[in-house]
């Protein structure tokens, strides 16, 4: 029985990280068509989303099914309860890169000069990456470097939502594509969360502490004497 259950943990486990593959591959993809103005790019991260959410389905209803009729207790019991919310953060990321594909045949020319939408896509990339190896390796470490990373992508993030708004003030002719890549540097930066959403479950799953929301965990001050 408990040679049964380790390998359903090692399936979920194995389909997490064929999820977050497929997810990967949608990311460069993404990438690539913004770059090149890419129809033929931005449609096979359409086409994958669909294996994404297939994967989905399956992964939710096999924790369901370790939940339900094997009980499992400390560290296995937050791996899946865990993973029932790394799931849909993996497949929400997919849906942020459907969004960025379908803004692609509206996004060129670009507006701006220099490599600021690339580096931000970048720094998104690498952030996804990190979070599911973190994951699979269980690495507190990394998953940490994941969430501090989060302020350099929001950082970056308004800095091109500034130069894309003096942009449209400067030539109105280009509104409609600034405005198309105004939604995609929105959707990157919401990946960036969602890789750091799943830092916060890997740290939850190795230490047991929940990270989220850290603020609500400070003591209140103290009114001092005569409060």
């Given amino acids: 029985m408990v040679r049964h259950?380790?390998?359903e943990l090692q399936d979920l486990r194995d389909g997490l990280m064929a999820m977050a593959g497929q997810v990967e591959e949608m990311i460069e993809l993404s990438q690539a068509a913004l770059r090149e103005g890419s129809a033929a790019k931005a449609e096979q991260v359409k086409a994958l989303d669909r294996l994404v959410d297939e994967q989905e389905l399956k992964l939710d209803q096999a924790c369901i099914d370790l939940l339900?009729?094997?009980a499992p207790i400390a560290t296995d019991l937050r791996l899946i309860a865990s993973s029932l919310k790394i799931i849909p953060e993996i497949e929400r990321i997919g849906d942020h890169c459907c969004n960025i594909a379908r803004r692609v045949p509206f996004a060129h020319p670009p507006v701006l000069a220099g490599?600021?939408?690339e580096h931000l896509a970048?720094?998104?990339r690498g952030m996804v990456r990190q979070a599911v190896d973190a994951f699979v390796n269980g690495n507190a470490g990394l998953a940490r470097e994941v969430i501090a990373n989060d302020d350099r992508v929001d950082t970056l993030y308004v800095q091109i939502y500034k130069d894309l708004l003096r942009a449209m003030l400067a030539d109105p002719l280009c509104i409609e594509r600034a405005s198309n890549l105004i939604i995609i540097i929105k959707n990157w930066?919401?990946?960036a969360d969602q890789a750091t959403n799943i830092a916060e479950e890997v740290l939850f799953i190795l230490e047991g502490v929940n990270v989220k929301h850290s603020y609500l965990q400070e003591k209140p001050p103290d009114p001092g004497p005569g409060a």
Wanted: charge should be negative.
């Fill in 5 to 7: 259950f380790d390998s």
């Fill in 68 to 70: 339900a009729l094997q």
């Fill in 115 to 117: 490599d600021a939408m």
């Fill in 122 to 124: 970048g720094e998104t």
């Fill in 189 to 191: 930066e919401r990946i």
